[in-house]
């Protein structure tokens, strides 16, 4: 048996304005954490031995983390492509586009679909290479839309269509 794991597939190179400017001052953020781990970690290791020392192994960590987000991100941050204009049909789904959608029992649920980079169930973003943006991208109001869910296979209609790429 072998340990060779095929590649994960890249994500899609989109993002709007507000997640790019969010990326970079994560950047800037993390370069200043770094300065600061570093002093710690010096300090860490002034205190003699290393393999005992606690506060030295938990810096080292840290930093590794804190390097390990940098490297990805500026690695990241050149491939991206800043989508800050609705489409030329704004009558359809696109990137960019917060959508809302009709369940079957008659609620309604809103998503807003942006990159893989700025993803946040929480504000109801989905990402462009999930199953439900997938589904919605090209499709216009009062189009139904089925997806495999978690919980199942779900129909959900398209009541709204707007794009807000500030």
């Not at 953020?29 to 031995?49: I, N, P, Y």
């Not at 050149?78 to 049909?89: G, H, N, T």
């Given at each position: 048996m072998?340990?060779y794991?095929?590649p994960?597939?890249?994500?899609?190179?989109?993002i709007?304005?507000?997640g790019?400017?969010?990326?970079?001052?994560?950047?800037?953020?993390?370069?200043?954490?770094r300065a600061?781990v570093?002093?710690?970690?010096?300090?860490a290791?002034?205190?003699?031995d290393?393999?005992?020392?606690a506060?030295?192994?938990y810096r080292?960590?840290?930093?590794?983390?804190?390097d390990?987000?940098?490297?990805?991100?500026?690695?990241r941050?050149?491939?991206l492509s800043?989508v800050?204009?609705?489409p030329?049909?704004?009558g359809?789904?696109?990137f960019g586009a917060?959508?809302?959608?009709q369940?079957?029992d008659?609620s309604?649920?809103t998503?807003?679909?942006?990159?893989?980079d700025?993803?946040?169930?929480?504000k109801?973003?989905?990402?462009?290479?999930g199953?439900?943006a997938?589904?919605?991208?090209?499709?216009?109001?009062d189009?139904e839309?089925s997806?495999?869910?978690?919980?199942g296979?779900?129909t959900l209609?398209?009541t709204?269509?707007?794009?807000n790429?500030?």
């Amino acid at each position: 048996m072998s340990r060779y794991r095929a590649p994960i597939p890249r994500s899609s190179p989109y993002i709007t304005p507000q997640g790019y400017k969010k990326l970079e001052q994560e950047l800037n953020d993390l370069w200043q954490r770094r300065a600061e781990v570093t002093r710690a970690l010096s300090a860490a290791a002034a205190e003699g031995d290393r393999s005992e020392n606690a506060e030295y192994i938990y810096r080292k960590k840290e930093l590794a983390g804190i390097d390990r987000r940098i490297r990805y991100l500026q690695k990241r941050l050149p491939e991206l492509s800043i989508v800050d204009r609705p489409p030329a049909d704004p009558g359809r789904v696109f990137f960019g586009a917060t959508v809302t959608l009709q369940k079957q029992d008659g609620s309604e649920v809103t998503y807003r679909i942006v990159g893989a980079d700025e993803l946040d169930a929480t504000k109801g973003y989905i990402s462009m290479d999930g199953p439900l943006a997938r589904t919605l991208i090209k499709r216009q109001v009062d189009d139904e839309v089925s997806f495999d869910a978690p919980g199942g296979r779900q129909t959900l209609v398209i009541t709204a269509i707007c794009y807000n790429l500030e």
